[in-house]
């Protein structure tokens, strides 16, 4: 059986390609509402002892996807 994620879950797997201090420890996906992230975690230090970091990137979005700019309102009727 292959294997398939389920709504409100997902899988994290060691980084074996990190090369980077900054790069995550580990790295997996998860699915959230129908929508998969990809998901990255950082082991930290603090005074309360050791705890994960997590970061959620949705994989639909393209690495080099740019924001929209924000539309110009060139309306001269607004009176500031």
Partial sequence: MAYEIRELSG???KNEKKTDEKHP???GSCLIEGV???VSAWTKEGT???WQSLA???KD???D???A???IDDDDSVPF
Avoid: I, N, T
């Fill in 65 to 67: 996807a740019k924001p």
């Fill in 25 to 27: 420890q580990m790295q």
């Fill in 11 to 13: 899988s994290l797997f």
């Fill in 69 to 71: 700019p924000a539309s």
């Fill in 36 to 38: 998969e992230y990809w």
């Fill in 56 to 58: 959620f990137k949705r």
């Fill in 61 to 63: 979005v393209k690495p």
């Fill in 48 to 50: 309360k002892g050791r």
